[in-house]
């Protein structure tokens, strides 16, 4: 689609400082709403549980808008917990077909700090060391500089930061 409507910004200021949000009628109710563009990355890069060997990904969980990021990106990059030879889908799961996606990458650990559903819950205490880090763009670069500049592999990462 080539826009979304929405009837947050009906009403408020931000239509004049954005020129990207119009005013529109529904063309059923006459309603007033607002209309912005679509977005349309170049590259998508979400996280999931699982793909299979042909390279369908399943989301399972609270899904966010990660569908919908990857089917408005011109490129879309998954990394699974792992790829094992059946899906085993279950009911509502949220399926990616092979032919939406440039590739899937295995990547154990690979939506830390945050959680996968059914392998790992969120990691709070990192998120609040990380909150002082990043408060202070020396002690930022100095950490970025040790634990991602300074290692090789998504495993090294995780042990250089004391995750795995």
Avoid at 53 to 69: H, L
Avoid at 76 to 84: H, L, W
Wanted: glycine fraction near 6%.
């Amino acid at each position: 689609l080539p826009f979304s409507v929405l009837r947050g910004y009906v009403g408020s200021d931000l239509p004049k400082h954005n020129t990207n949000i119009r005013s529109i009628a529904c063309p059923f109710t006459g309603e007033k709403l607002a209309a912005t563009p679509a977005i349309n990355p170049d590259v998508a890069i979400i996280h999931a549980q699982r793909a299979d060997r042909q390279g369908n990904v399943m989301i399972t969980g609270i899904v966010g808008i990660q569908k919908e990021a990857v089917l408005a990106a011109k490129a879309a990059i998954v990394t699974v917990e792992e790829i094992v030879d059946d899906l085993e889908a279950p009911m509502n799961a949220c399926f990616l077909p092979h032919w939406v996606l440039s590739a899937v990458c295995e990547v154990p650990n690979g939506a830390h700090p945050s959680y996968a559903h059914g392998y790992y819950g969120r990691d709070n205490a990192f998120c609040k060391a990380w909150d002082a880090i990043s408060r202070d763009r020396a002690t930022f670069l100095e950490w970025m500089k040790k634990h991602v500049l300074g290692t090789k592999t998504h495993a090294e990462f995780l042990k250089s930061a004391g995750i795995a």
